[in-house]
T-cell receptor, first 117, second 114 residues
Framework: GAGVSQSPRYKVAKRGQDVALRCDPISGHVSLFWYQQALGQGPEFLTYFQNEAQLDKSGLPSDRFFAERPEGSVSTLKIQRTQQEDSAVYLC???????????????FGPGTRLTVT | GENVEQHPSTLSVQEGDSAVIKCTYSDSASNYFPWYKQELGKRPQLIIDIRSNVGEKKDQRIAVTLNKTAKHFSLHITETQPEDSAVYFCAATIYMEYGNKLVFGAGTILRVKS
């Protein structure tokens, strides 16, 4: 079966533009996470969904960042009025969850590399 | 909140030698510690994990040890091979039933010289 997919893989935005990054998790996975990975650093948590409910958004760096998962599958991370410091790789991960009969292993997507010029 | 520190930032070993990467964490409530391998331009992939109810776990050439008292855990790779070259990330979290908000270390670049 297909793994986690993300689109676009690369995005160049001019400062001030809005961007939308898409994540298609593994079918049936309950949990979905967004992470931001700056160059040479480990991924940093942004937000977490359990089905369609956004249970934790403590990692979103500002109110310019918004994430949704309206039907409990595909998720979109939106960044408004992009700034240069938003340049990073945005990783999405999903897990089935033990209560759903799986494990908590997070399967990562390939990421979207965002460059703000 | 949780903070994870990882050392060394780069590690070069000769093929066949062992490699050890160490991490410390700050939150004594953390009880799940996965390790991820990320090859250049690719997605992180889980290679091994450990829960805090065990002190050591092994999977072929890879092992992880955990010292809860000292709040540190280590990744051991034996008989290293060139394909082990990658960036390795440790992480810590409080294990939850549906998923874990991972706090990652900064990563270790491992180079295996043949």
């Amino acid at each position: 079966g297909a793994g986690v997919s993300q689109s676009p893989r690369y995005k160049v935005a001019k400062r001030g533009q809005d961007v939308a990054l898409r994540c298609d998790p593994i079918s049936g996975h309950v949990s979905l996470f967004w992470y931001q990975q700056a160059l040479g650093q480990g991924p940093e948590f942004l937000t977490y969904f359990q089905n369609e409910a956004q249970l934790d958004k403590s990692g979103l760096p500002s109110d310019r960042f918004f994430a949704e998962r309206p039907e409990g599958s595909v998720s979109t991370l939106k960044i408004q009025r992009t700034q240069q410091e938003d340049s990073a790789v945005y990783l999405c991960a999903s897990s089935l969850g033990r209560l759903a009969g799986g494990t908590n292993e997070q399967y990562f997507g390939p990421g979207t590399r965002l460059t703000v010029t | 909140g949780e903070n994870v520190e990882q050392h060394p930032s780069t590690l070069s070993v000769q093929e066949g030698d062992s490699a050890v990467i160490k991490c410390t964490y700050s939150d004594s409530a953390s009880n799940y510690f996965p390790w991820y391998k990320q090859e250049l331009g690719k997605r992180p992939q889980l290679i091994i994990d450990i829960r805090s109810n065990v002190g050591e776990k092994k999977d072929q050439r890879i092992a992880v040890t955990l010292n809860k008292t000292a709040k540190h855990f280590s990744l051991h790779i034996t008989e290293t091979q060139p394909e082990d070259s990658a960036v390795y990330f440790c992480a810590a979290t409080i294990y939850m039933e549906y998923g874990n908000k991972l706090v990652f270390g900064a990563g270790t670049i491992l180079r295996v010289k043949s």
